[in-house]
């Protein structure tokens, strides 16, 4: 890929990665807010601070390095090798559905293989990891419409080896 491919790749990666990592930020803090106040904990007065702390602090940092980015990488890599070889229509829904099901991957996975007991605590309900991983699909859209579609790949016409010379006859 030549460098200047790479001026519209990596800034649509940087914004997409940033949106499903604040999106999955949200929902992890509220989920854990929830669970706070069901045991009768007054958390209204904090779920705003609560919340952008867990999206400008440490848990964004961790589940976008531990997570997110791995997953996209992969999933937007893939689809960039087949994209050639799709219908031009099928782009933009590919890296959606690329998004969702690398997170929806990635979240018990790396929750799996992390030391403690769960890198992402709220994700022990199915319907966090599941709100978490739908981020996928407004990253891989916005992904899907920023960077630059890859050359599709076409049939070239075949080449005559000898062409009849028209100054002559």
Known sequence: MKTSALKGVVPAFLLALVL???WG???QSQYNLAALASIGA???SVRLQVTLRDIFSGFSLTYGGYVVAPALLVAFGVV???EPKAP???RVPLYALAGVVALLIAIPLVNWLSPVALLV???REWSCAFWMAAAGVPAGLLYALLAPARRRVTEAPPVLVHAPDARRG
């Open 20 to 22: 499903a990592i604040v």
């Open 25 to 27: 930020s949200i929902v």
């Open 42 to 44: 007054d958390v209204g």
């Open 80 to 82: 960039a090798l087949l």
């Open 88 to 90: 031009a229509a099928a």
């Open 121 to 123: 605590g709220a994700t």
